[in-house]
């Protein structure tokens, strides 16, 4: 079954960036849908941006729209999430997966830390 790995995370003060990265080993995901997501500790997963197989088509959550970018470029297999103007509530682990059910096995997320 496919399973995606994600990077990127860290901490960083309120106002500052990262760029998350979801890859696949030994799968394709040109073929995918693919969608980010965050849990919070205490909170369920949520779905905060998403983006077409082609990387056509993107949308995203009215909490981070405008200041997160969801991309993707196929010739590396990768899928980014570039996240601006971080705020402390964007503090989650942040999982990549199918865009669409049923989701594959979730990896283990990347942290994020948004704090002074």
């Known amino acids: 079954q496919l399973q995606l790995v994600e990077s990127g995370g860290g901490l960083v003060q309120p106002g500052g960036s990262l760029r998350l990265s979801c890859v696949a080993s030994?799968?394709?995901?040109?073929?995918?849908?693919i969608g980010w997501f965050r849990q919070a500790p205490g909170k369920e997963r949520e779905g905060v941006s998403c983006i077409t197989s082609k990387g056509d088509n993107t949308k995203y959550a009215d909490s981070v729209k405008g200041r997160f970018t969801i991309s993707r470029d196929n010739t590396k297999n990768t899928v980014y999430l570039q996240m601006n103007s971080l705020k402390p509530e964007d503090t989650a682990v942040y999982y990549c997966?199918?865009?669409?059910?049923?989701?594959?096995?979730w990896g283990q997320g990347t942290q994020v830390t948004v704090s002074s």
């Open positions: 030994r799968y394709t995901l040109a073929y995918y849908a």
């Open positions: 997966n199918s865009r669409y059910l049923p989701f594959w096995t």
